[in-house]
């Protein structure tokens, strides 16, 4: 299996006999609980990084506790965990959840309790999930897919948090609208990212995604790198009237890889089908060696 597949099934599905980690504690996934003054339960304050597994070994582990450790400095949470600590801990997580296929790791980081039900003490609690991935559509890859946009921005850019509120009444107004995504659009039009996704179009022949105001994506990171001897590559925001023009789109995350886009709201990109720019990241992505970077 490739590190960026175009779709993926697990032959094991969630169950009691996950093994969650909480709180300095391994757990059954039915008994693991933290208590109800969490500041994560009472204000949504946390932070949360996903990653995937290769042949049973995350994937860009320390990129992505680094960026859980950024998100965690941006919305003011304190670690007492190093990234080592951390690490160790993902590493025996899984390996208490040998059995399946392929696996999602969840790092979450909650508020910790809170006397006032507001102000964190400085006891955050650190839960990690290992959990079989989903299932992706083929026909993603083969025949692109609908996003559609919407008027919302990420709180706080750069910080992967918890709080989901905005990005899942989105994404319930895209199935409502048969599409996969939904863009996060200003008041000036101006599109960063998706709400679990990062963003690119060609422009005439020049990749363009924007570099600020975004969760910069594991994932997107090496699009870049092997998109760059393969195009001129344009780092700034895209405005809805060039998206709904560009040649090609499409989007990128740690579970989808590059998806095309066809469809933007009621416009037709292009000509209606993934493009052959957008095929030739999809190739480069799928022979790029994931043991580089999945400890293989």
Same mark, same amino acid.
């Given at each position: 299996?490739?590190?960026?597949?175009?779709?993926?099934?697990?032959?094991?599905?969630?169950?009691?006999?996950?093994?969650?980690?909480?709180?300095?504690?391994?757990?059954?996934?039915?008994?693991?609980?933290?208590?109800?003054?969490?500041?994560? %339960?009472?204000?949504?304050? #946390?932070?949360?990084? =996903?990653?995937?597994?290769?042949?049973?070994?995350?994937?860009?582990?320390?990129?992505?506790?680094?960026?859980?450790?950024?998100?965690?400095?941006?919305?003011?949470?304190?670690?007492?965990?190093?990234? !080592?600590?951390?690490?160790?801990?993902? =590493? !025996?997580?899984?390996?208490?959840?040998?059995?399946?296929?392929?696996?999602?790791?969840?790092?979450?980081?909650? #508020?910790?309790?809170?006397?006032?039900?507001?102000?964190?003490?400085?006891?955050?609690?650190?839960? $990690? *999930?290992?959990?079989?991935?989903?299932?992706?559509?083929?026909?993603?890859?083969?025949?692109? %897919?609908? %996003?559609?946009?919407?008027?919302?921005?990420?709180?706080?850019?750069?910080?992967?948090?918890?709080?989901?509120?905005?990005?899942?009444?989105?994404?319930?107004k895209a199935r409502e609208q048969n599409a996969m995504e939904a863009l996060l659009m200003d008041r000036d039009g101006n599109i960063p990212e998706g709400t679990t996704s990062n963003l690119f179009a060609f422009i005439d022949n020049i990749l363009v995604t924007a570099d600020t105001g975004v969760l !910069?994506?594991?994932?997107?990171?090496?699009? *870049?790198?092997?998109?760059?001897?393969?195009?001129? $590559?344009?780092?700034?925001? =895209?405005?809805?009237?060039? *998206?709904?023009?560009?040649?090609?789109?499409?989007?990128?995350?740690?579970?989808?890889?590059? %998806?095309?886009?066809?469809?933007?709201?009621?416009?037709?990109?292009?000509?209606?089908?993934? #493009?052959?720019?957008?095929?030739?990241? $999809?190739?480069?992505?799928?022979?790029?060696?994931?043991? *580089?970077?999945?400890? #293989?």
């Amino acid at each position: 299996m490739k590190l960026f597949p175009g779709h993926w099934e697990n032959k094991k599905t969630v169950d009691k006999k996950n093994i969650y980690y909480v709180n300095g504690k391994f757990v059954e996934a039915d008994k693991a609980v933290i208590p109800v003054d969490d500041l994560a %339960v009472l204000r949504g304050l #946390g932070v949360c990084d =996903l990653m995937r597994t290769f042949n049973g070994m995350p994937c860009f582990l320390e990129e992505h506790i680094a960026r859980l450790e950024t998100s965690a400095e941006k919305i003011g949470l304190t670690l007492p965990w190093s990234g !080592e600590t951390i690490e160790k801990i993902v =590493l !025996e997580t899984l390996e208490r959840n040998s059995d399946m296929d392929n696996a999602n790791i969840r790092i979450i980081i909650t #508020g910790g309790s809170s006397s006032d039900f507001m102000t964190p003490r400085g006891e955050p609690r650190l839960i $990690i *999930l290992v959990t079989p991935m989903p299932s992706i559509p083929a026909h993603w890859y083969t025949h692109g %897919v609908k %996003v559609i946009t919407t008027l919302s921005q990420r709180s706080i850019p750069g910080a992967k948090s918890i709080s989901y509120i905005s990005a899942s009444l989105a994404l319930k107004k895209a199935r409502e609208q048969n599409a996969m995504e939904a863009l996060l659009m200003d008041r000036d039009g101006n599109i960063p990212e998706g709400t679990t996704s990062n963003l690119f179009a060609f422009i005439d022949n020049i990749l363009v995604t924007a570099d600020t105001g975004v969760l !910069e994506g594991i994932t997107r990171k090496v699009i *870049l790198s092997l998109a760059e001897p393969l195009f001129p $590559i344009e780092f700034r925001t =895209l405005h809805i009237d060039e *998206l709904l023009n560009a040649r090609e789109v499409f989007i990128s995350g740690t579970n989808k890889g590059v %998806v095309p886009v066809v469809q933007i709201n009621d416009t037709v990109v292009g000509n209606g089908k993934p #493009g052959k720019n957008t095929r030739k990241i $999809i190739n480069a992505m799928e022979n790029h060696s994931p043991e *580089l970077s999945c400890g #293989g």
